[in-house]
Each structure stands twice: as C-alpha cells, then as structure tokens.
C-alpha cells in the first residue's frame, strides 16, 4: 500500500527538542523531494520544510518560522524522512503532516495521517 | 513571501449548487498554483495541480483555473462530500505558502 505514517510527536516543555519521523512505503522513496507541513490547533496549512533527492543532494529548504531551529534529513536506505525540532515554542504546537512531491514539484499529492506536536510547560 | 489571499473565507450553499473559490496572489506565481481539500481531523487532499490539471482520482466537477495573480477553485455542483474546508498554495517560489482557507458548509 502506498502510504506515509509519521510518528514521534507528543508533549514537550517550552526550550525542548523533539524528532519526528515519517515512514513510507509503495513507492520508490529515494526518488521523490518530500515537505513537512504543519497545522496548528483550528488553523490553516502552514508548509515547514522540504528535503530534495540524491540527485539534488539532499538539500533543504525551510520557512522563515523554523529556520535555524528545525532540521529536515531523511534516510533513503530505511526510506523514511525526518524533523528534528530544537528550541521549541508554543507557537510550535500542530500537528505535523509529512507529504510526498510529485516528480513535476507542481504539488504533494500524498500526505499522512499526521502527528501532534504540544509544547506546553 | 508569496501572499495567497482566498475569498470567501466562509460559503454557505446547497447540495447541487455550483461555486467557485478565489485566491489571489500578491506575486506572479506562472501556474504553479495547487488545491487541496480537507475534512476534520483529517489530512489535505490534493484536487488540483499546475492551476488546472485534475488530480487522478478526483471528480470532474472540480475544476481549476486562472493565470499570473488570479485564480479560481470551481465545484461545478456540490455533492454531500464536498462540503469541506479548501486550500490553495502556491509552489513557485520558497517559502511555498498556502492560503487562509475556505470553509463550504451546507445551507
């Protein structure tokens, strides 16, 4: 079944950190860019992050919000994508969607179920 | 930043009705311009690609258009199902940013 599941989220304290990960199957992993999106408690989509493939080796992009604190890698030989998330805020707390681009990079067209980040003391 | 400003924010219609949605960008974004779709406590759906090419899967009664600055979600006639909350997002320049959202409710 061609499918993304995201695990790894939970309750963190303000300052912590917190690494998601995203698992695929069905498909060729290693060839397709993958984002990192975000949803906070009764809000619209914000998008975090991207990671491109081997053949652009590997590089990120990130929005202004996260950029310095989160992280976005992946492991294609365990074809899953990962969120390191350091110095969290409240303004943090969502749940984390990751998504796969299609080869165009015109949309995500597959998403996950998506994990819930609290920051909360 | 690319700004994606959708109208309206709320829609109230019936079962049947056609309606469109607008977004706005404060940038030329050429077409790479997306439409999802999303239901509570669930996760987008992509309808719409490229401003216009129909998401495999999707029913033909979604329909996208539009060019540089403007465009627009159409449902050609509204089903149960399709009462929802939509998105537009634009892919043309980092950061992608998505728009506020519409949410179409049953009149």
């Known amino acids: 079944e061609v499918q993304l599941v995201e695990s790894g989220g939970g309750l963190v304290q303000p300052g912590g950190s917190l690494r998601l990960s995203c698992a695929a199957s069905?498909?060729?992993?290693?060839?397709?860019?993958m984002d990192w999106v975000r949803q906070a408690p009764g809000k619209g989509l914000e998008w975090v992050g991207r990671?491109?493939?081997?053949?652009?080796?590997?590089?990120?992009e990130y929005a202004a919000s996260v950029k310095g604190r989160f992280t976005v890698s992946r492991d294609d030989s365990k074809n899953s994508l990962y969120l390191q998330m350091n110095s969290l805020i409240s303004e943090d707390t969502a749940v984390y969607y990751c998504?796969?681009?299609?080869?165009?990079?015109?949309?995500?067209?597959?998403w996950g179920r998506g994990t819930l980040v609290t920051v909360s003391s | 930043d690319i700004q994606l400003t959708q109208s309206p924010s709320f829609l109230s219609a019936s079962v049947g009705d056609g309606v469109s949605i607008s977004c706005r960008t404060s940038?030329?974004?050429?077409?790479?311009l997306a439409w999802f779709q999303q239901k509570p406590g669930k996760a987008p759906k992509l309808l719409i690609y490229?401003?216009?090419t129909l998401q495999s899967g999707v029913p033909s009664r979604f329909s996208g258009s539009g060019s540089g600055t403007e465009f627009t979600l159409t449902i050609s006639s509204l089903q149960p199902e399709d009462f929802a909350t939509y998105y537009c997002q634009q892919l043309n320049s980092y950061p992608l940013t998505f728009g506020g959202g519409t949410k179409v409710e049953i009149k």
């Open positions: 940038q030329g974004i050429r077409s790479y």
């Open positions: 990671s491109r493939n081997k053949v652009h080796s590997y590089t990120t």
């Open positions: 998504a796969r681009v299609l080869p165009s990079g015109t949309a995500d067209d597959l």
């Open positions: 069905g498909f060729t992993f290693s060839d397709h860019y």
């Open positions: 490229g401003t216009s």
